[in-house]
């Protein structure tokens, strides 16, 4: 089965930045794919190398199978979301949806016809006639869906699509997003700085660090066995170890990550059995409610974070510059490359 | 009471106070910033049209030439009446339409490029270019023209050079357009036009075009439109605005210039020659107020001819 997206030793330099520093990956029909990285990683790059609005140096870009490396975007099966929706301000909503019918030729009957059937699907059925200016955030959002999805790409790529909404409607786009996903069976590619969205909503996820994939795999291996230093603290937010570090700490230099919740927060007197313990002073607590999050400068060199349940009976000293123990059992670590 | 202090530490005197008032009337205010400027406007600005526009509904004693000051139409009605006025509107209008759309033909790519292709280094350089002959003398820079444009000037030089007499010739020929050298023609005061009110048409489309995002561009790319699609259905419905804006200022300099049109081209009258003469050595004031009336009118049915066209509807 040929791969709905693929890259194959794909360079973009801009003077001399390596925004893409020979990336392959292969993205399979009808996966949700997220892209994550910080900003600068190359994730939002190689989103526009697959829509054509960029080329690539070196290296080949496939689409089903197909060398598009040269194609321009107008004779690509791929559609985008932007980040910034990219509406046409002085159309309708229905026009901005049918634009893609528009341009092909179709018949302006049929058109509408599509249209309407799109803003159904997203839910903006009574909004034809709005113009983009009157819309709230939100209804942007599904417009510029509604009009990605019309032409049926075989892609849809989507560039931070849910970063300019709040919270809460975030979180209800990354249902619709997903069961939107599943129920046309339409291979997703999904490029987000937020870990938590890509984990949530992806089959797979490929970590993008200066212009390279770090890591690529489903969310629950990213999370339990990250493979580097970068992708278990971007990813998991876990304290990694290396070097001389790891070496006072466990008595090997083998570089080893673990995350917040599984380190525990001990007085300085306890002497828990079987655990990796290092001491260290408090630098911080942030209250999170059911939880509290504990940042301690160890001796050893690191600051490591520790989530603590609010429910643990025994009190330890908190304020900053007060001594406690860490301590985790060695099932908790996870061994990282050396790098 | 130390923590007092901190807080509002104290800077005393009258001006102090002075800002609180002020602080806390905010409608007084605004009310006395506004003040002058809408004087300004009001009696300096609109008040003297107001009074042309007076002007315009008294006539002229035919006899002692003295300016009868009675509301009467009889002056609009010789503007409308006498062929030879209205032979002059007509010229203008027709100079005015020719040059406002040649210079947008010229402008839109020029913005075009300016915008989205230069580089920022390239950028800063077309908009100095097309801003430095702004600085220049309006005087100098016509009678440059007319030097270039003489029978013995660069141009013909060059048609003679390329051994295009034959060219030159058979276009100083064409009726209308033509005369005896192109500093004598209708074609050659068209030629200066275009060039003095560029910038005014470059500018707006500019600015306009500057709103328009990238990302749109792409968007339309993505959805299927090809380069040329993407110019109608989205760049050129979007820069409307700055073309209309432009428009209106290479259309009304058109209109009301009297400089150009005496120094460069055929003899014929030009709405701003008339009212010049007309005020000055004819001494016929309502007259002249009538002719100066005629741009407002055209330049008033102008915009609501681009308005019907949806110029405004991506503002």
């Avoid at chain 2, 102090?16 to 009310?31: A, K, P, V």
Wanted: with cysteine; hydrophobic share 50%.
């Amino acid at each position: 089965m040929t791969a709905a997206v693929e890259f194959r030793d794909v360079a973009r330099t801009f003077g001399e930045v390596r925004a893409v520093d020979r990336v392959s990956l292969s993205i399979e029909s009808g996966e949700f794919f997220a892209m994550l990285g910080p900003s600068g990683s190359g994730k939002t790059t190689c989103l526009r190398l697959i829509a054509g609005f960029d080329l690539p140096d070196s290296g080949h870009v496939l689409l089903d199978g197909q060398d598009v490396s040269d194609v321009p975007p107008y004779e690509r099966s791929v559609n985008t979301v932007f980040q910034d929706y990219a509406l046409f301000p002085h159309m309708t909503v229905l026009e901005n949806v049918a634009y893609g019918p528009r341009v092909r030729k179709v018949s302006s009957a049929e058109r509408a016809t599509r249209a309407r059937q799109m803003l159904d699907l997203v839910k903006l059925a009574g909004f034809e006639d709005r113009r983009p200016a009157q819309l709230s955030g939100g209804q942007k959002q599904r417009v510029a869906l509604a009009r990605a999805l019309i032409n049926e790409p075989k892609v849809l790529l989507l560039d931070e699509p849910l970063g300019a909404l709040d919270l809460k409607l975030r979180e209800e786009m990354q249902i619709e997003l997903r069961n939107l996903q599943r129920r046309l069976g339409i291979t997703f590619v999904y490029v987000t700085h937020d870990q938590g969205e890509a984990l949530s909503m992806s089959d797979r996820v490929a970590v993008f660090n200066q212009g390279r994939i770090e890591q690529m795999a489903s969310a629950r291996e990213l999370y339990t066995r990250p493979r580097t230093a970068f992708v278990a603290r971007f990813v998991g937010g876990a304290n990694v170890a290396a070097g001389d570090v790891a070496q006072k700490l466990c008595g090997a230099s083998q570089p080893f990550a673990v995350r917040p919740e599984s380190v525990q927060v001990l007085a300085p007197s306890d002497a828990p059995t079987g655990l990796v313990v290092a001491d260290g002073a408090v630098l911080d607590v942030q209250y999170h409610g059911a939880t509290s999050r504990w940042q301690v400068k160890l001796d050893a060199g690191e600051i490591f974070s520790a989530t603590r349940n609010a429910s643990e009976p025994v009190k330890v000293p908190s304020a900053p510059g007060d001594r406690v123990r860490l301590a985790w059992s060695r099932d908790a670590m996870v061994a990282l490359e050396a790098q | 009471m130390n923590a007092t202090a901190t807080v509002l530490p104290s800077m005393g005197g009258p001006l102090r106070g002075l800002s609180t008032f002020f602080y806390r009337r905010s409608t007084l205010y605004l009310f006395l910033l506004l003040v002058p400027p809408l004087l300004w406007l009001g009696t300096v600005y609109l008040g003297t049209l107001f009074a042309l526009l007076m002007q315009s509904f008294y006539s002229i004693d035919e006899f002692t030439a003295q300016i009868v000051r009675k509301p009467t139409l009889a002056t609009y009605k010789a503007l409308v009446t006498q062929p030879a006025n209205l032979d002059i509107v007509f010229r203008t209008m027709s100079m005015a339409v020719c040059v406002t759309i040649a210079s947008a033909i010229i402008a839109f790519p020029i913005a075009n490029y300016m915008v989205r292709y230069a580089s920022s280094r390239a950028k800063a350089v077309f908009y100095v270019a097309v801003l430095v002959p702004m600085w220049t003398s309006y005087l100098v820079k016509v009678y440059a023209w007319r030097l270039i444009l003489a029978k013995e000037g660069i141009l013909s030089w060059f048609f003679h050079a390329i051994g295009a007499d034959a060219l030159l010739e058979a276009i100083l020929q064409a009726p209308g357009i033509g005369g005896p050298s192109v500093a004598s023609s209708y074609l050659g005061m068209f030629i200066v036009f275009v060039y003095m009110w560029l910038p005014y048409m470059i500018l707006p489309i500019a600015a306009a075009l500057e709103r328009v995002p990238g990302s749109l561009i792409q968007a339309s790319a993505d959805l299927g439109a090809r380069p040329a699609t993407t110019f109608r259905t989205v760049i050129f419905p979007l820069a409307m605005p700055g073309l209309a804006a432009g428009s209106i200022f290479t259309f009304s300099l058109t209109l009301g210039d009297y400089i150009i049109p005496s120094i460069v081209g055929a003899p014929g009258y030009f709405i701003g020659m008339m009212v010049y003469q007309q005020q000055g050595t004819a001494g016929n004031i309502p007259l002249a107020a009538a002719f100066s009336v005629v741009p407002i009118v055209l330049i008033a049915l102008y915009l609501a001819f681009v308005k019907r066209l949806g110029a405004f509807d991506a503002l």
